[in-house]
């Protein structure tokens, strides 16, 4: 069974770094590009970028080029979204989901999300 | 990369059906046929309904259909239920490995 599992809410101040993750399982990691999509607190999806695990190749969308950085570890099936300094307007649920396992060009398995919340 | 144009809102009561369009360009849907539909419950992850313009993945009812026509895909939900009530995504690829989304749309079951 296809699973990603990411960690847990969190409550930061604006200028602070933060890493958060989604482990998969249930496939092979290193074969499948994974996203990382924002959702913003009452608005709708935003594709930030995508992660090929199996040489560390990114894309990202053009909005957050240069905001964030996404990259994956195989040896723990892990994905990560990082940024080296939140702002408010960084505040948003954030889902990863992986792209193609069972079917083509979309994301067809989804994390519970994580809720990130920047506030001074 | 501007995100796909939905309409806020539709609404339809059980039994009936409900057509949600989602307009690009002829950079996305238009061009690539890697448009794809997802469901979101309020508190929740969203869901794969469609792939590939109009493919169903395993599990998701044949009540749940997909097309395009130029550069407008189509979401159709036929046999409304209480539980379709959700908001739904579009997307398309848009090259260079980069996907876009659309705006969004509120379903109502009346």
């Known amino acids: 069974e296809v699973q990603l599992v990411q960690s847990g809410a969190e409550v930061k101040k604006p200028g602070e770094s933060l890493r958060i993750s989604c482990k998969a399982s249930g496939y092979s990691f290193i074969t499948y590009w994974i996203g990382w999509v924002r959702q913003m607190p009452g608005k709708g999806l935003e594709c930030m970028g995508i992660?090929?695990?199996?040489?560390?190749?990114?894309r990202y969308s053009p909005s957050f080029q240069g905001q964030v950085t996404i990259s994956a570890d195989t040896s723990i099936n892990t994905a990560y979204l990082q940024w080296t300094s939140l702002k408010a307007s960084d505040t948003a649920m954030y889902y990863c989901a992986s792209l193609g396992v069972e079917v083509t060009d979309a994301f067809d398995f989804w994390g519970q999300g994580t809720m990130i919340t920047v506030s001074s | 990369q501007s995100a796909l144009t939905q309409p806020p809102s539709a609404s339809g009561s059980p039994g009936q059906s409900v057509t949600i369009s989602c307009t690009g360009t002829s950079s996305d849907v238009g061009y690539y046929k890697y448009v794809s539909w997802y469901q979101q419950h309020p508190g929740k992850a969203p869901k794969l309904l469609i792939y590939?313009?109009?493919k169903r993945p395993s599990g998701v009812p044949d009540r749940f259909s997909g097309s395009t026509s130029g550069n407008t895909a189509s979401l159709t939900v036929s046999g409304l239920q209480a539980e379709d009530e959700a908001d739904y995504y579009c997307?398309?690829?848009?090259?260079?490995?980069?996907?876009?989304f659309g705006t969004g749309t509120k379903v109502t079951v009346l």
């Open positions: 590939d313009v109009s």
């Open positions: 992660v090929y695990p199996g040489d560390s190749t990114t």
């Open positions: 997307s398309s690829y848009a090259g260079s490995y980069s996907y876009v």
